[in-house]
């Protein structure tokens, strides 16, 4: 029921929330705790391959942190990343109070934070997983990798999988059932539209990856040999089943990124986005062709000619709808009045970042060249250029965007630039001289390499960069605890936006509206800013309304008891000796939660 | 101004001749001095690619360095741009470019895919390559030879190599000669070449191979070489390889008794003798090797020490040259200097063949 006494800011606060917009908060910051795990994992790699046979790690490290480098950035960094500004954004760009199921968002929340500590829980008993991101088989198998460090990646990542899953479709029904009065599909902002398509991938995508984890997880443990050749499986299935995943997975990456970007740059160039229709479009069709190119990761085992041909084409075809979308982009900031600030170069900086990444990408997209670029460092160059000089950079675009909105603060504009420039000099640095070492034949995933190949110039010059990126990344960090504390004070309007979110309050309050808005056209801010001729208008009075009457979910702490129990329920399956008691505890306190969860007043 | 664009145009240079240079130095691995048919189709293919790519680069950056330039907000700048939607024409233009541009790309390629998944023609030279963590061996059907981390093949030959795996996924791949492919286990993947002309016809030509799937701990320590030898000295070679150890010294001697005695021959064999051992790589022409432990040491008095050492001293999976290996050996086992010279002499100098 309605329930205004002042919000509770405490811990408990936080740990039974269930309001959209601290779930967000909780979202970005666990994020930015992986990215920092991340980054201080890459930085070891980079430390160890500074020069030629170094053995500042032992083999076994590099590969955990091969392993956990990939693993961390993509499923506990960019995509929670992503979640905060789905979670944040969504219901205020689409005029809604509320995410349509504000128990089930904690509950995304919670499965994914314990999720990410059980994939991380490896640490602590030196097992950390070693065998890739992509886990090929049958080197996970018990037979290959006898510890437990496989179990951890794959049950962490179930876990945090689930989490995704049920995120999506909570933000799918948001997106379909909860839009406000006028805002039709087509006059979603952008960034709601690519959220949209990527729930989608999201939920489709996702189911592969969960069997493909039972599987693997059947192997280890009741000797199935779904993936041992030995007794009669395939190794090669399991490259479909991830890829089948792990493709649409790269655009469940990029696709908010390009949603973000394209609210920043429309807003400084003071513009609205170029052919809206037609990036809505295209992102539509990079999603479904995201589905159809799996196999390009697998050029090289002997697909046949014939799937070969078809996995080139549909990879080159999805260049179409990227490509497009660059050229919308750059259109968008032709002919307007372009604001330089922090959020705005990341914004313009993944424009850039991301069409290197794109152009190389059209490169291995045809098989006999792929067979030379496949597993080396090129590939490692042209992906980090997409994930992280492009989503990267667009979400820390939308950090520095939406930061005032969140907090009422402003992110202390002077660290970021420098901060930006650190980046984008420490990232090219790092990753542009890569292209030169994949062409010259440095494999990946090496923890060393022998000092008569030639390779020792460009690991030096890389390393140098990525500590470059490292500098940057800790002054991001002190800028967010500076500014959060001493930020300049933000209005609710401080960039003249274009969208909803910019109507109300920094912060906004717990209700976001407090009279359900009412929408007429596209960028329907703007319009009530500005007539056509560009004239400023004057805003009508706001209504006054009575607070008390807006009802609100109540606060739940059903959803964290419920991500513990199910965590421990998928830990216990693989812990020694008591495992089984902590399953059934497991168990037992999500059914428990579950029917608390049924029969709580909401 | 002009100072500016002389600064930018110097550095353009620069950064051109740089990575010109990075890219085509002549180094073990380099994918751009390919050797062989197939290699020079793909970098073809990469050459197409990559000036198409270019052009994309500049038709994008030019626009967008420009608009960034010439649409920045001035001080003072208060004007509120004409608030363009969207232009039909213009995003028609850049979908059918781009479409036109990769059909230029996209039909090389299905010219290359298309020879390639070609049946090679029957009686072709076979060479079977089998991964191992993480070694390699080579099994000649035909010639009733096996050997370990180095592949000898006759120059402009076509050869048909078949890649399996005896444990987990490895991935075949000499960059100088062509693409790569994946060794899976339960599965037999197809390769062909027609090797390259020698350039050297005394030492042979040598090419360096790496594993490119990850294979575990020393995945890493995975390379092999490739010998490309005039038809009549392969022939030679063929001849000797699989000949027994001529054992001239007392060294020698005691090195091929550590050999048979110690636990050496359960996992490694040589032809002629008692070493029958599976697991590990065959030792038949040890003495020819240039490199130890599939690339990882020197094959010199320094490399074999080295080895041997760290092998017996070292916990398994902890070992310092190569871990992971299974060349591990119980706690209580010694093995003193003295024998690893003896072992040496044998394996080194017993085990060549002249050819």
């Known amino acids: 029921m309605s329930n205004h006494s002042a919000p509770n800011t405490g811990l408990w606060g936080w740990i039974t929330t269930v309001d959209h917009k601290k779930i967000a908060i909780l979202y970005a910051l666990s994020s930015l705790f992986f990215f920092f795990l991340g980054g201080v994992e890459a930085m070891i790699m980079r430390t160890q391959l500074i020069i030629p046979n170094n053995d500042f790690v032992t083999a076994r490290t590099f590969n955990s942190m091969v392993t956990m480098h990939g693993t961390t950035m993509i499923f506990l960094v960019v995509m929670p990343l992503s979640s905060a500004f789905f979670n944040f954004l969504i219901p205020i760009m689409i005029g809604a109070r509320d995410v349509a199921f504000p128990r089930l968002n904690a509950l995304s929340f919670w499965i994914f934070f314990f999720g990410g500590i059980l994939l991380n829980a490896g640490y602590f008993i030196n097992e950390v997983p070693r065998q890739g991101w992509f886990g090929y088989a049958n080197l996970t ?167 070969t041909t078809f996995f080139t084409a549909a990879t080159m075809l999805i260049a179409v709808p990227t490509g497009v979308k660059i050229f919308n982009w750059i259109s968008t900031v032709w002919g307007g009045r372009i604001h330089f600030n922090t959020a705005s170069l990341f914004g313009l900086s993944f424009v850039a970042m991301f069409t290197f990444g794109g152009l190389s990408g059209i490169m291995h997209s045809s098989a006999p060249i792929d067979t030379q670029h496949q597993d080396t460092y090129f590939v490692v160059a042209h992906f980090h250029y997409v994930l992280y000089g492009g989503a990267v950079m667009g979400l820390f675009g939308g950090v520095f965007y939406w930061f005032p909105k969140v907090t009422g603060r402003f992110l202390h504009e002077g660290m970021g630039k420098v901060q930006f420039w650190l980046f984008m000099i420490g990232f090219n640095v790092t990753f542009f001289p890569m292209h030169f070492l994949g062409v010259q034949g440095m494999p990946r995933r090496n923890y060393t390499y022998a000092a008569d190949q030639g390779w020792d110039l460009w690991n030096l010059v890389a390393t140098l960069g990525a500590y470059t990126t490292a500098i940057g990344g800790l002054l991001f960090f002190y800028n967010l605890f500076y500014s959060i504390k001493r930020g300049a004070l933000a209005p609710a309007d401080p960039w003249d936006g274009r969208t909803l979110e910019w109507t109300i309050p920094s912060p906004p309050p717990e209700y976001n509206f407090g009279i359900e808005p009412v929408v007429k056209n596209l960028d329907d801010f703007w319009h009530q800013k500005y007539d056509e001729q560009g004239q400023r208008l004057s805003l009508p009075a706001k209504a006054s309304y009575d607070p008390h009457s807006i009802h609100l979910p109540n606060p739940s702490y059903w959803p964290i008891c419920l991500a513990a129990g199910l965590t421990l329920g998928a830990a216990g399956f693989f812990i020694k000796g008591f495992g089984l008691y902590v399953s059934l505890l497991g168990v037992a306190i999500v059914l428990i939660s579950s029917y608390g969860w049924a029969y709580e007043e909401a | 101004m002009v100072s500016l664009v002389r600064v930018f145009k110097v550095a353009l240079f620069f950064i051109l001749s740089l990575g010109f240079t990075a890219c085509f130095e002549k180094l073990p691995m380099s994918t751009a001095h390919v050797v062989t048919e197939w290699g020079h189709e793909i970098n073809h293919v990469y050459l197409i690619t990559t000036v198409i790519t270019c052009l994309i680069f500049v038709a994008v950056a030019v626009p967008f360095c420009y608009a960034l330039w010439k649409f920045r907000e001035k001080p003072g700048d208060t004007r509120i741009p004409v608030q363009v939607r969207g232009n039909h024409k213009l995003e028609i233009l850049w979908t059918l470019i781009p479409v036109v541009l990769l059909i230029f790309i996209f039909l090389p390629s299905l010219e290359i895919i298309m020879k390639r998944g070609a049946e090679p023609p029957a009686g072709t030279f076979t060479i079977e390559v089998i991964g191992h963590q993480w070694w390699w061996e080579f099994r000649y059907p035909d010639l009733g030879i096996v050997t370990a981390n180095e592949l000898y093949v006759p120059e402009k030959t076509p050869i048909l190599l078949k ?193």
């Open chain 1, 141 to 307: 198998d018990r037979q290959y990798t006898p510890d437990l460090s496989v179990d951890f990646w794959a049950m962490g990542l179930q876990v945090v999988g689930l989490a995704s899953l049920i995120a999506s479709i909570n933000f799918f029904v948001t997106i379909m059932n909860m839009r406000c009065k006028g805002m039709t599909l087509l006059k979603m902002p952008m960034f709601v539209w690519t959220s949209l398509v990527t729930q989608v991938l999201l939920f489709l995508a996702l189911p592969v990856i969960t069997v493909a984890l039972v599987m693997i997880t059947f192997d280890r443990h009741f000797g199935t040999g779904f993936f041992n050749p030995g007794a009669g499986g395939s190794v090669i299935l399991w490259q479909h089943l991830f890829w089948v995943f792990g493709h649409p997975e790269v655009y469940i990456l990029i696709l908010p990124a390009m949603g973000i970007v394209s609210e920043i740059l429309p807003t400084f160039s003071k513009k609205p986005l170029f052919g809206y229709s037609v990036m809505v479009y295209s992102s539509c069709a990079i999603g479904f062709l995201g589905f159809a190119v799996w196999a390009h990761h697998m050029f090289t085992t002997g697909l046949g000619p014939w799937a």
């Open chain 2, 163 to 355: 890649l399996k795996s005896a444990d987990v996924i490895h991935a075949f791949w000499i960059p100088r000669w062509g693409g790569k492919m994946d060794m899976l286990p339960g599965v037999t993947n197809l390769l062909t070449y027609t090797t390259p002309a020698v350039e050297d016809p005394i030492r042979g030509d040598y090419y360096q191979g790496h594993c490119t799937e990850l294979c575990g701990l020393s995945h890493a320590r995975m390379r092999y070489e490739a010998i490309v030898l005039p038809k009549e000295r392969f022939d030679q070679w063929a001849k000797t390889a699989m000949n027994p150890p001529l054992v001239a010294s007392a060294l020698e001697k005691k090195g091929q008794e550590l050999f048979m005695t110690k636990t050496c021959f359960t996992c490694h064999a040589i032809a002629g003798t008692t070493a029958k051992g599976q697991i590990g790589p065959d030792l038949t022409n040890f003495g020819n090797r240039r490199m130890l432990a599939s690339g990882t040491l020197h094959n010199d008095t320094k490399g074999f020490h080295n080895w041997l050492r760290d092998s017996v001293d070292s916990k398994p999976d902890y070992q310092n040259v190569k871990p992971g290996s299974l060349m591990v050996f119980a706690e209580n086992f010694v093995l003193t200097d003295e024998d690893i010279k003896a072992l040496q002499a044998y394996l080194q100098h017993s085990t060549a063949k002249t050819f």
